[in-house]
């Protein structure tokens, strides 16, 4: 491909509205445009790249016996309200109406599809099991579209399905697609791990996520250097720990005033207790199918409340913090002076809570606190659960030893679903005894566009992208110095079209630009290997080579710059590949 004949538009300059390396990258590397919020257009090196990462996964789903489809984008209402998720999903969904005013959505995700497609042509266990995917756009109304390709509202993802007969089926399916999962990132380049998740509105019984590790990645992650747990704070379960305080029974509550006093360092500062001794109480607005009420929620006031856990263990379908105005005129009391003692609601609590011997709560008028609170005497919790952040320091769940903290963008996740769709779809099968059983389904997701952005958080310096070699647009780029010059211009073209002869994906700077113009460009847009031809290094028969990931430099005879360069490549690509087991 000739330069001159492309559409790359590359900017010098950041634009304002990107916001994280990635986004200003792809935008400046000319591989995107925005086309509305969260909406992009993939420019052809960046649609380069989608299609390497997609066969990537495509290789990898096939392997481990996965099976392509193309399922509609445009999803009937009635086979979510059969699974209940119509109301559910919430303002996420797309909703829109057909010319008779019949319901329909763009797809958030396929499960609902898929399962009616095979309870239509699949009814024995001697057609499972089965792998079905699909690489696929998909619709989401975030409601804050932001950093480019990482939450959007159209996005490209790889979902598969499977469906099995029994539990083993799925554990091994699901084992399938762990490993597939690992060899995709692997082979895109990737600094990664494998977590545990929470399910959130997909459901079912187990999930792990894949994290490419990068600094800017929204999703924190625990891990333990020691064995391999590792889990996303969502998901991390959390022991209480004891702050050894002194027994306190015999302490008088009492309301203190407290003015100005709007936040737990100001608290501490300004009752002189240690942090481990405040309480934050939250009051959440719950929604249940056709209810809703109000809750009240405590955690010690230097942790973090968990929303996953605790949606998790109310069961309900929606969780927001109540508005301030809601909670003075329904419970009489100002937001940030809230405390249990005389609360008219339900009060859930972390475990911490029930340790604690007495603790410092909001004294429901501003700018007043109770002390020396005690929980049974003063007031009483509903439940006591598991319903605070994970952190750094915390011994492990598996071993005991300092869990480890970092950032992660995640990039694919994998779910046991169990029944819960083939239940409510009624997607069933007769077994070797002629009894008709549910299937026991799993659903495997890949973020195709993501993984291109996860890609340039964990490989950039300051002069642009530096792609690993496998997803690069292209894996080489010749730069004749000048155009101009017949002998640049003919060795050019010789090593271009030798490479092209070995499949080798090149493109050359055939512009009539300054050379410091195209090294400029090649550094951003982060081609592997940069090939520079000048009358200087042709008078010696040599041409010179830059990689582009360590800046290192090689001056090549010109005779042995393909062997040269093809064994560079291929060395790079045998570093990204996979074990396979003999099979």
Request: proline residues 4%.
């Amino acid at each position: 491909m000739r330069i001159s004949n492309t559409i790359i538009p590359t900017l010098r300059q950041t634009p304002a509205e990107a916001e994280i390396i990635s986004h200003q990258l792809l935008l400046r590397a000319g591989l995107l445009r925005k086309s509305a919020a969260g909406i992009y257009s993939y420019l052809p090196l960046g649609y380069k790249v989608i299609s390497k990462i997609s066969q990537i996964v495509r290789d990898e789903m096939n392997k481990f016996g996965g099976q392509e489809v193309m399922l509609p984008i445009m999803q009937p209402a009635e086979l979510w309200l059969e699974t209940g998720r119509w109301h559910v999903y919430g303002d996420e969904m797309f909703r829109l109406k057909d010319r008779h005013q019949r319901d329909f959505c763009l797809g958030p995700t396929h499960e609902e599809i898929i399962t009616d497609l095979v309870r239509g042509d699949v009814n024995s266990y001697k057609q499972l099991p089965l792998l079905l995917y699909q690489i696929q756009n998909k619709y989401r109304d975030e409601r804050r579209p932001r950093f480019g390709l990482m939450r959007g509202r159209e996005f490209i993802m790889k979902d598969l399905y499977s469906f099995d007969k029994d539990e083993e089926g799925l554990a091994a399916s699901y084992e399938k697609m762990r490993q597939a999962y690992i060899n995709v990132f692997q082979r895109c380049g990737l600094d990664f791990r494998a977590v545990e998740a929470d399910s959130g509105a997909i459901g079912g019984s187990s999930t792990h996520e894949f994290m490419v590790m990068a600094d800017s990645g929204e999703a924190t992650i625990v891990y333990c250097q020691v064995c391999d747990y590792a889990a996303n704070i969502e998901k991390a379960p959390c022991q209480p720990i004891n702050s050894n305080e002194d027994h306190a029974e015999d302490k008088v509550l009492a309301l203190v005033s407290t003015p100005d006093v709007h936040t737990i360092d100001q608290l501490v500062n300004f009752l002189q207790v240690p942090a481990f001794r405040t309480v934050k109480t939250l009051v959440y607005e719950v929604a249940y199918e056709g209810d809703n009420e109000l809750i009240a929620v405590m955690v010690r006031g230097d942790r973090e409340l968990n929303e996953v856990k605790l949606y998790n263990l109310l069961g309900c379908t929606s969780l927001e913090l109540a508005n301030p105005a809601i909670v003075k005129e329904k419970l009489g009391v100002e937001v940030g002076f809230i405390g249990p003692v005389g609360l008219k609601v339900k009060i859930y609590a972390d475990h911490e809570i029930a340790q604690m011997s007495s603790m410092v709560v909001g004294g429901n008028k501003p700018d007043f606190h109770y002390i020396n609170a005690i929980k049974d005497r003063d007031f009483s919790i509903h439940e006591l659960a598991d319903l605070r952040m994970a952190e750094g320091g915390e011994p492990c769940p598996k071993c005991g030893e300092p869990l480890s903290m970092a950032q992660g963008i995640e990039v694919g996740q994998i779910f046991k679903l169990g029944t819960k769709y083939s239940d409510a779809l009624n997607c069933k099968f007769l077994d070797e005894n002629g009894k008709e059983k549910p299937m026991i389904m799993g659903c495997y997701g890949i973020g195709v566009s993501r993984t291109m952005a996860a890609a340039i958080e964990q490989n950039y310096d300051e002069d642009g992208i530096k792609w690993p070699i496998s997803i690069a647009p292209y894996q080489v780029i010749i730069i004749p110095v000048n155009v101009k010059d017949e002998n640049t211009e003919k060795a050019s073209l010789n090593i271009y079209q030798d490479l092209m002869k070995l499949g080798i994906e090149v493109i050359i700077d055939d512009r009539n630009e300054r050379a410091g113009v195209k090294f400029k460009d090649a550094d951003l847009i982060g081609y592997p290997i940069r090939v520079t031809i000048g009358p200087k290094t042709l008078a010696n028969n040599n041409l010179e080579i830059k990689l582009r990931r360590t800046k290192e430099e090689f001056t090549v005879n010109i005779d042995e710059a393909i062997d040269w360069i093809n064994t560079k490549i291929n060395q790079e690509l045998d570093l990204l590949q996979p074990v396979y087991p003999k099979d």
